[in-house]
């Protein structure tokens, strides 16, 4: 199977999980019976009885009933459970997919891949010599152009115009009382559009990296190589498996040209599975060390200082910063811990103009979710928002001794993973002895190692953390030699891109689902 | 050594958790009738004294108060927990001043740790969450912990550390926590030997061993490093769902067989090595099962609450 073998080993508390049970309608059209026969019902059988046959079918009345299929598209317009990709199979998101539009000889597509920042990271780590993120892409171009794809891109740029229309956005709410939470991270929205319908209008409407990604390479760099959107077809590489639900969104999905943004997203352990044999990514390939076509067009290599999940709540910090430059940044977090830090922008008179949140992982969200939830008097009675008792309830705040404590939240970068996207369910595991390329590895020389004073749960906790750490490492060395674009530059071509491209391509919407209820989710 | 000197019959359907506050005088019941029942120790005798306002839409699964005695917390099938405080002065008037949503499906147990700052919940969602509860201050979520493969059948913190967290669980397995200040709650080891449900786990007063009771009829006390020490098969003829200390020396248990039994425990360089039957009342409940089993060693005085909706309580005598 597709899903990566390291993905299990880990401990990390990702909250995604299939829920107890699907509650999938099963919409069939009872046909006279098929000419397979039923089991022959007992005399005093219920009327409701269901048998099951001969080869396994399932009967109710001696009707055959209809197998239920679960499709990706269910599971995002269903709310009976919280998925994610990694336990639903999605045939129309796997590397034999792409393969089939790779190997087809009949009006190929043109075959276009963009990288995320964070899967290059993961996989230099896996290398023993970790090049440069800039000579990995390069020497992944290389071999992903072997197996038949045409152009190669990484998702910095796309991440960049997403940074910029959210500051338009952030910009466009009135300053006395506003929110935005950022929409970057699939599995949160998945379970904000599952459980907490109620947060949608302080969602950012502003599109993903990935998909505005999806919307240069279709409706911009399509027309520059003299293509229409549906001649091509757009691989992403991400280091998360619910980025598949996000680019499976309904509303990325062109009517018009029957295409989606991106048409398939694979994770950065699934990008080996494309190849036949394993590619060695630790050898030079020509012309490594020069800007290949893709580098020309759209800049390449962008790096936003924050965090490793896309520097969101640091480019608005920035922002303001900026504005009234003398506003003082204080920091805090209520249990020291790295995933929940809240930070504030405090002006002369000592008086906070504006309070950010880092929030990562599944319980800071359940925090999250309570204190926006108490600070603008919506809530859901679903889900961890927690509820007053009904009578008798006595008003409990949360006071941490801050004296900008009532400061309600302006901005909070939230990703459900805890460390964020650079420890994406998608990533490569520490503790493989194989690599993506099959190379044997040897954890212990390299740092990695399995500490032989602990026990087994402790030794892969351990090594796991370690190796987030070298993985955010690797993200934030700098690409020595990509420097060829200034600032100033990247600005003025990303002015020049989002003038090109319609507002519909850079924002987008959400929709609560509405929780559904069928006789197998009756309580009782 | 057990000698019954009351039962109360004061649940309309089964009762399934039973605690004393380790405090105070009270004890409290719960049951499928989604009712909370308080008894006290009142003039040298246990009377019934409240019942608390119905909070729950479904049965009320488990219950345990906080060791400072200001909290007591319930977990429901309804899928969430109920924390209850002390209403004025009054001992008897506790009102619920929380609901903690979170879990998908129904919640199996509760327990706060030595400090009474932190509460654990599991549930059938396979989950164990750990949250803060400071006085006055709205609980927040510490931790959610995705580390059973099944319904996580039982929670308990260590007597002493406040750092160490147990979860008896479907999967046949025990997991211990840890706390790791700068990060999170992680799994520190796996106790697995089991070959049915653990329903439930309850370390020693002195915190050196850990008891657990399972479906497969054994009872089992570990080390802390894990390792079996005693084993004991076919210690009940069926599921055996509850364990309870005395003291160091003596446990009791109870289950689907509907005996409650008494155990002295033999110890040999420092471990626990046997473990020998000293009591057994059959069908203490009637012949119906027995779900949980609490003691408070201030009056001495065992409790035990059976699918036949009643209460009843013991008095125990040391050898």
Known sequence: MGFSGGLQITDLNDFITPGQECIKPVKESNQPAQTETAPEPAPDAPTTQISIGENGEYFEQNQKLEKAEITLNDCLACSGCITSAETVLIESQSHKEVQKYLSS?????????SIAPQTLASISASLGSTP???????????????????????????????LVEIVNEFNSLDQSNRLLLTSACPGWICYVEKTHGELIPFISTTKSPQQIMGSLVKYWFSQHINKTPSDVYHVTIMPCYDKKLEASRQDFYSDLYQTRDVDCVLTSGEIGLLFDTPVNLEVNVPNENSLSFEEQVIPHHIQHPGTSSGSYLENILNLLRLQTPNLRLETHSPRNLADSVEYLLINDENECVFKGAKCYGFKNIQNLVRKVGKERGVSSGRGAAGRMAASRGRVRTRNTGNPHDSKTLDFVEVMACPSGCINGGGQLKPGISTDKEGNERDWDSEGVAVNPSKNIEESVRWSTKN?????????????????????????????EMLAALAKEHLRTEYHAVESETSGLAVQW | MLSEIKRFKSHQDKVWSVAFNPATNLLASSSGDHQVHLYAYLNE????????????????????????????????????????????????????????????????????????TLLASSSRDKSVWIWEVTSGNEPECVSVLMEHTQDVKHVTFHPHSDE????????????????????????????????????????????HHLVSVSDDLSIIAWNDAGVPTAILNNAHKRSIYTIVWLDENYIATGG????????????????????????????????????????????????????????????????
């Open chain 1, 467 to 495: 190796w987030i750490g070298r993985v955010e490492d690797i993200y934030w060395r700098a690409s020595e030699d990509s420097k060829t674009l200034t600032v100033s530059q990247v600005d003025a071509k990303a002015g």
């Open chain 2, 164 to 207: 160490l967290l147990a979860s008896a669980s479907y999967d046949d397995t025990i997991n211990i926590y840890k706390d790791d200040p700068s990060d999170d709650w992680y799994v520190s080891s796996r106790f697995k030997k089991h070959s049915s449900t653990v329903w439930a786990c309850e370390w020693s007063p002195s915190g």
């Open chain 1, 132 to 162: 440069s993120n800039e000579i990995l892409l390069r020497r992944l171009r290389h071999q992903l152009k072997d197996i038949g794809f045409d152009y190669v891109f990484d998702t910095t740029f796309s991440r960049h115009l997403s």
């Open chain 2, 45 to 116: 005798s246990w009377t019934q004294v409240a019942s608390l306002p119905q909070e729950h839409k479904r049965t009320v699964r488990a219950l345990a108060w906080s060791p400072n005695g200001s909290y007591l917390a319930t977990a429901s099938f309804d899928a969430s927990v109920g924390i209850w405080e002390k209403e004025d002065h009054v001992h008897d008037n506790w009102s619920c001043t929380s609901v903690l949503e979170g879990h998908e499906s129904e919640c199996k147990s509760v327990a706060f740790n030595n400090s009474s």
């Open chain 2, 256 to 319: 689907a067989d509907g005996t409650l039994s008494l155990w002295k425990l033999g110890y040999s360089d420092g471990v626990i090595t046997k473990l020998v039957l000293v009591e057994s009342i059959d069908k203490a409940h009637g012949g119906a099962d027995i779900n949980s089993l609490a003691y408070t060693p201030k009056t001495k005085t065992l409790a035990s609450a059976g699918d036949d909706g009643s209460v009843n309580l013991y008095d125990y005598k040391s050898e």
């Open chain 1, 105 to 113: 000889t009949s009006d190929k597509k043109t075959m276009i891949a």
